[in-house]
């Protein structure tokens, strides 16, 4: 017999945690507009990724319900991450080490 | 493994091949949605794919005879090699193993009844098919059939006139079939084993199939997405990749290549999952290091995801970048050859038996291990700088993906088939294939190596007169491999209709895993009754040898 | 085998699967989109002072309201979910009808968004585009597909979520049977996530 869940055995989260964390959503949405007039010089970017990662961070664990989920949706969730990040550094391994670049 | 006290009845039984559904006739296959009949429907169409392929890789051969035109001008070539090349790979090896013996096995072999998502698996087969038909258009059109090579380069992919969009979709769609059997399966395999099979009791090709379909979600969008890019280059001028408009050629190689290398694993970790089930039950001995075949796959997938830039040492990349990714090159090998070795205990002190499916699986670990070290030259930087772009690098990639997956397409057929259509074909026919086969490969392939080594480029319609004795060797080489592939596809082609009839469940008599504790050709829903698993794959209990590993327990 | 049998296979209902296949169809979504990301900041990283002159024409007013717009439907999608959850139909109904409202409403934004760029000759192939430096026209290719592809995945977030929302009115979807309704509102959440990376990179600049 294949496993099986029903509906019994996964519930998710009570009305007021979602608005709480809509509310946190939008003051982070204001925050980063408003950080953004600001001039943190090679940081700036480093802060908005900062801030757009905590917001998905709430979207996927509470909206998301992946708090709740059984432990293999995280790992699932880590691994697609890494993959996309390594790809990342390994992207910059060869461009922000470029010996002049005809713009 | 033994299944506890269920026992399949006796009584003659509707295989799936002639159950009766819904619908009736042609319809009745089309629109089914039983994962055997898929894997049929999958193996048809490639099948007549590889014949294609096959002729196009006969005439580049035939072209290259000599120097200078002899049977077409360069336009035809340049679509020669890149059509053999989307072909090849994006219809052949790409959906290979998976789509054809992973959706007929997979289920079965972990006592499923059907994949997670059957009506998902259909609509694989549908965009495959419309893939299909997309490369046939890219080719009759008459904008001309595609001439970039299958690797689609920025700037003449934006610049040639020749029927790209619809190559570019088909591409894209046939991702997108590859995705969709990668989500299937991975599913499956999480949530559709049958009591009492834990991860470590699963069959190594179940294995393979997971690191596989990992790959398959993680990589394919990426050259979605960039293939999507080219497009709305050639008809917006988004700039994205025209370095007219400011774009990077080199990122088009990047994003190509960071799906297209994990793709070659696609290819490789299947027909590895292949060999690993092949091996025990023609040694009759267990498979030496379970655990470290299984990881190792995963390994393969992690450490794939990590080297696409040695494709691209000689583009003009930093000299860091490159360094880097040859470092990670170099580490690439280290899971792949586990396997071998790991293969290689197995098959010591084994009782050996050469049935066809066993030389097929032998010659797989033979030409993948020379491919695979000349993978280990190339990825040396300052060697590299020499050979790529030359006939070294086609050599390669021979050896490496023909090698592995070619063969082991094959060795799958020869093991798997009569259990799937419930028919013998001719074994001493089979051995006579083989040998011309294995021969007439090694003498196509293996002057690339050393043509390419002197200098030989690849892709290039004529020749300095020097490697006209290399291109001739290669070609009549051609020849011998292309009779040898005739006569294996007559000898499996005419058991499905004249074939001596097989009606044991253990085909190969030593077959351990589910498949084979099936009737023959299987029930439209596989099992009366899903087995209840209490041991392990592998587990030959006739020959008095200890079993290497730790009994799981 | 009787000749009867159903086209499909009959299999057990397990929830945990369709959840398990969503999340694997997301991450494909997630790597959809991760490749544009790439383009992105390789290019940023090339053109940073041709990114920043181009940025500063983004309507950052639009911006933040179309963030704060899918966030909003994000929380009614998953609202619905409870709704479902606690058996109130009615409710669930009305969640999801507004986020449906709300993924319009963003759309019709982006509308007014992109036919202000196009009438100042701000789309690829355009001959003011032409004429601005190599930088900035990749900047408006990037958005163009970007903001374009993600305007794509709103709409086809907004059709599963009215199916869904017909699946409850037939009562195929119910208290004891919604994770159609979870899957779909996965779908949603993904495009909400995606818009949140967007919005500062695309109109944060600075």
């Known amino acids: 017999m294949e496993k099986q869940e029903t509906q019994a055995e996964h519930t998710s989260h009570s009305y007021s945690i979602y608005v709480l964390v809509w509310l946190g959503l939008l003051t982070l949405t204001a925050l980063t507009t408003v950080v953004a007039g600001i001039n943190f010089g090679a940081l700036t970017i480093a802060i908005a990724l900062l801030i757009a990662s905590t917001k998905s961070y709430l979207v996927l664990t509470v909206f998301m319900h992946l708090r709740i989920e059984q432990r293999a949706f995280k790992i699932f969730v880590f691994v697609a991450m890494f993959f996309l990040i390594i790809s990342f550094v390994l992207l910059f391994s060869d461009y922000s080490f470029l010996q002049g670049f005809i713009k | 493994m033994s299944s506890e006290a269920v026992s399949v009845p006796l009584d003659s039984h509707s295989s799936y091949l002639d159950y009766t559904g819904k619908y009736k006739g042609l319809r009745a296959w089309i629109f089914s949605t039983d994962h055997k009949r898929i894997g049929i429907l999958y193996l048809v169409a490639l099948l007549s794919w590889f014949a294609i392929g096959v002729t196009l890789g006969f005439l580049i051969r035939l072209e290259l005879f000599t120097p200078g035109k002899t049977i077409v001008d360069p336009q035809a070539y340049n679509s020669f090699f890149t059509l053999h090349g989307v072909i090849m790979l994006f219809l052949f090896v790409i959906p290979g193993l998976p789509a054809v013996f992973g959706n007929f096995f997979l289920p079965i072999m972990l006592g499923a009844k059907d994949v997670a998502f059957p009506r998902l698996n259909l609509l694989s087969w549908y965009l495959y098919m419309i893939g299909s038909l997309l490369v046939l258009l890219s080719i009759v059109l008459p904008g001309g059939a595609p001439d970039t090579g299958w690797t689609f380069y920025i700037p003449y992919s934006v610049r040639t006139s020749t029927n790209m969009i619809f190559a570019l979709t088909a591409v894209f769609i046939l991702g997108f079939s590859s995705i969709l059997t990668g989500l299937n399966f991975l599913t499956t395999i999480h949530r559709m084993r049958a009591p009492g099979m834990g991860w470590f009791k699963m069959p190594l090709f179940a294995w393979s199939l997971y690191a596989t379909g990992w790959i398959q979600i993680l990589a394919t969008p990426i050259i979605g997405i960039t293939l999507l890019l080219v497009i709305f280059e050639r008809v917006f001028h988004v700039g994205i990749f025209d370095p007219g408009l400011g774009g990077d050629p080199i990122m088009f190689q990047h994003m190509f290549w960071i799906y297209s290398h994990p793709a070659v694993y696609i290819m490789a970790v299947p027909a590895m999952g292949v060999i690993s089930e092949i091996l025990p039950v023609f040694a009759k001995r267990t498979i030496f290091g379970y655990k470290f075949i299984a990881f190792s796959s995963l390994a393969i997938a992690v450490f794939g995801s990590l080297v696409w830039a040695h494709h691209m040492f000689a583009v003009g990349m930093s000299d860091t970048g490159e360094f880097i990714f040859s470092l990670l090159t170099f580490l690439v090998a280290i899971p792949s050859a586990i396997k071998v070795f790991n293969w290689t205990a197995t098959l010591y002190k084994g009782s050996i038996t050469l049935d066809p499916p066993m030389l097929y699986a032998l010659a797989a670990i033979f030409l993948f291990s020379i491919g695979g070290l000349s993978g280990i030259i190339q990825g040396t930087l300052s060697v590299d700088i020499q050979i790529t772009d030359t006939a070294f690098i086609v050599g390669h990639i021979h050896y490496v993906v023909f090698g592995i997956t070619g063969v082991g397409i094959f060795a799958a057929l020869h093991y798997w088939l009569p259990k799937m259509i419930g028919r013998m074909y001719n074994h001493k026919v089979a051995k006579v294939a083989f040998w011309i086969f294995f021969v007439g490969f090694n003498i196509l392939y293996f002057p690339m190596f050393v043509m390419g080594w002197l200098g030989m480029p690849r892709r290039y319609y004529d020749y300095l007169p020097q490697y006209t004795t290399y291109h001739q060797i290669s070609t009549v080489g051609s020849w011998i491999m292309i009779t040898g592939l005739i006569i294996m596809f007559y000898n499996l082609i005419k058991s499905v209709k004249y074939g001596e009839k097989v009606d044991a469940k253990a085909v190969w008599v030593y077959g351990e895993t589910l498949e084979w504790t099936v009737p023959t050709p299987p029930p439209h829903e596989n099992f009366d009754e899903i087995p209840a698993i209490t041991d392990g794959p592998y587990e030959y209990k006739f020959n008095d040898e200890p079993i290497l590993e730790e009994e799981e327990s | ?206």
């Open chain 3, 1 to 206: 085998m009787s000749t009867q049998e159903q086209a499909v296979v009959h299999v057990q209902r397990d929830d945990l699967r369709t959840r398990m296949g969503m999340w694997l169809f997301l991450f494909t979504e997630l790597l959809l989109f991760g490749g544009l990301f790439f383009a992105y900041s390789v290019y940023r990283y090339l053109y940073a002072s041709d990114f920043a002159l181009a940025g500063k024409e983004m309507h950052v007013i639009i911006g933040a309201m179309n963030t704060a717009i899918l966030l909003t439907s994000s929380m009614t999608m998953a609202l619905s979910i409870t709704a479902m959850e606690r058996g109130n139909k009615r409710l669930s109904i009305l969640y999801q009808l507004t986020t449906i409202t709300f993924g319009l409403l963003f759309l019709v934004n982006k509308y007014i968004e992109w036919s202000a760029e196009i009438s100042a000759g701000n789309y690829p192939g355009s001959t003011e585009l032409a004429a601005k430096s190599h930088g900035q026209i990749i900047f408006y290719g990037l958005y163009y597909v970007m903001t374009g592809l993600h305007a794509l995945h709103v709409i086809v977030g907004m059709t599963i979520i009215a199916v869904m929302c017909a699946f409850t009115i037939k009562d195929v979807i119910t208290k004891d049977n919604y994770v159609k309704l979870e899957a779909a509102g996965l779908y949603w959440h993904l495009v909400d996530i995606i818009w949140i990376f967007l919005f500062p990179l695309f109109y944060l600049i600075n």
